[in-house]
């Protein structure tokens, strides 16, 4: 309870320091420095937060591939940035992710180099807005992130950059996004009204008391927070039990009265949200979806335009931050620009776990920020994409000097339904160990499967008929299943979101096997995952 009321005392102070904080007088200036500059800010951050501090893992990760400062700047003034991150993950300096979240010994070199979480956070932060995630197995508090007030406020120049690009700067700006313990809701409602263009309505996904009612509590009271210190910010608003045409409606009213919309929201309820204009028979020409944390297939897409209305993809990861977005003229696939004044980016081929033995390019991050939360070098988060330089020009991100593409991106180690992050090995010990102990079976009888369906992305579990016969209900397992959900990372949020749109089902059948027969407890079906 003390840890509690410490947690979101230190987050009410965030928000006050950032809504009080004065905005980046030249947003486009200010990236476009960081973009020119991206090599002295990393190797800044690096003489810094890794050599100055000898015990940290990376600098020990440096050290063990026999690079002391003076080699990481002479490599870097001669071969470039992005040449010297290709180096320095052939010699052993990268992370992969069950490494960063440390669930593996990080190894290098024979000698084992502490890892978790709390290893490669910046040691040059503090205070902020910090972030945690909604469960985990040391009782049911996450790691904290802290999110510094500088960081905050740099993100503003990123979220001018794309409101520029889709001209909406005079647009009416609303959110479908969850409430705390999620922090996304609350972030882009005080970034909207930092930058003069307060949501008009902040949409939620409903929870009763009982489940989330000191959430609900906490949320009011950083948004009564951020109107005090004078920033004009809603309250949420739930919506009806897997019910999206108020967001409809709210919409259509918007461009009824002239004006444009900017609709952030994950990347399925905006599928929903649209389904929802097409049966009300209301036109949303004049509408953007930002939408990330799940792939936007093709057929997400189709939806989105059958209702008049555009996309653009946010790739965002929050153990790292933003990544990138799509600009006007990617309106196909799941490309972003690469935010290339907060990250660098290279791809190391592996076999994919849960992925019987395919390997795919897993993406490896580095970021640049002296502020950012974490300094990561080359650390992946079980993502995959064609990394290429933009094939068009005069978008406001090539004009910045942001040519960097990520093309085709894809989730191999985690589910991302509905936008929500799963990652498989917390999945694995519910369905190889929780499930059989309470219901029966064993090892490969019970199977979560991620596949998009259409335009939605649809979570099942499967369960082999012979554990659980046509005369048991399967109810009781469903609601087993994501009570055991809620004790990990994220899963408190997703249960949430997916019992709302109604996301999960469960099934009495046969696993999917894989093309050798295998039997995997975690499946990703999706549409999209051709490089898989």
């Known amino acids: 309870m003390w840890a509690e009321a410490k947690y979101y005392a230190g987050m009410a102070a965030g928000v006050w320091s950032y809504a009080r904080h004065p905005r980046i007088a030249d947003p486009a200036g200010e990236l476009r420095r960081r973009v020119e500059q991206r090599e002295e800010s990393f190797l800044r951050l690096a003489r810094k937060a890794a050599y100055g501090y000898p015990d940290s893992s990376v600098c020990r990760l440096l050290r063990l591939a026999r690079c002391e400062y003076s080699d990481l700047e002479a490599m870097v003034r001669s071969r470039g940035l992005e040449a010297t991150l290709r180096a320095l993950c052939d010699a052993g300096v990268y992370v992969t992710h069950d490494e960063f979240k440390g669930r593996v010994p990080l190894i290098r070199h024979g000698v084992e180099v502490p890892g978790g979480e709390a290893r490669f956070r910046n040691p040059l932060v503090s205070g902020g807005i910090e972030s945690r995630s909604s469960g985990s197995r040391s009782g049911g508090r996450g790691t904290p992130t802290p999110k510094s007030t500088a960081f905050q406020v740099y993100r503003d120049a990123h979220d001018e950059l794309w409101a520029e690009e889709y001209e909406l700067r005079n647009a009416a700006w609303l959110q479908v996004r969850p409430i705390l313990p999620s922090t996304t809701g609350l972030s882009g409602a005080l970034r909207a009204g930092r930058m003069g263009r307060p949501l008009s309505q902040w949409f939620t996904i409903p929870a009763s008391i009982a489940e989330a009612g ?69 036109d949303l020409e004049g509408t953007t979806f930002f939408s990330g944390g799940e792939a ?14 555009r996309m653009c993809t946010i790739y965002h990861i929050s153990e790292v931050g933003p990544i990138g977005y799509g600009c006007r003229q990617m309106q196909t696939g799941n490309d972003i620009h690469l935010l290339m004044d907060s990250v660098a980016v290279i791809a190391r081929r592996r076999p994919a776990p849960l992925q019987d033995g395919a390997e795919v390019d897993s993406l490896a991050f580095t970021t640049l920020l002296p502020f950012a939360p974490r300094f990561l070098i080359n650390a992946e988060m079980d993502d995959t994409g064609v990394i290429g330089s933009a094939d068009h020009s005069g978008c406001t991100f090539c004009r910045l000097g942001m040519t960097t593409v990520i093309r085709e991106i894809a989730s191999f180690g985690k589910l991302t339904g509905q936008g929500m992050t799963l990652f498989g090995a917390d999945l694995v010990g519910i369905l190889e160990q929780a499930l059989p102990a309470r219901f029966g079976g064993g090892p490969g ?31 009781p397992l469903r609601e087993y299943f994501l009570q055991q959900l809620k004790i990990y990372y994220g899963g408190r949020v997703a249960a949430r979101v997916w019992n709302h749109a109604e996301a999960l089902r469960v099934v009495r059948e046969d696993p999917v096997t894989t093309y050798t027969g295998k039997i995997l407890p975690l499946a990703l079906l999706g549409q999209e995952r051709r490089r898989l």
């Open 296 to 309: 936007t297939t093709a057929a997400k897409r189709a939806v989105i335009a059958r209702s008049g209305a």
């Open 445 to 475: 009888d019970y199977q979560l499967v991620e596949r998009d369906l259409g335009s939605q992305t649809e979570v099942e579990l499967r369960v082999r008929p012979r554990v659980v016969s046509d005369a048991v209900p399967l109810e």
């Open 214 to 282: 000191h959430y609900r509590a906490a949320t009011s009271f950083m948004v009564a927070i951020a109107r005090l210190a004078g920033i004009q910010a809603p309250f949420p608003v739930p919506l009806p039990q897997n019910d999206f045409s108020p967001v409809a409606r709210h919409i259509a009213e918007k461009l009824r009265q002239g004006q444009t919309c900017a609709v952030m929201a994950f990347a399925s309820p905006a599928v929903r949200i649209a389904g929802a204009a097409i049966d009300l028979g209301l």
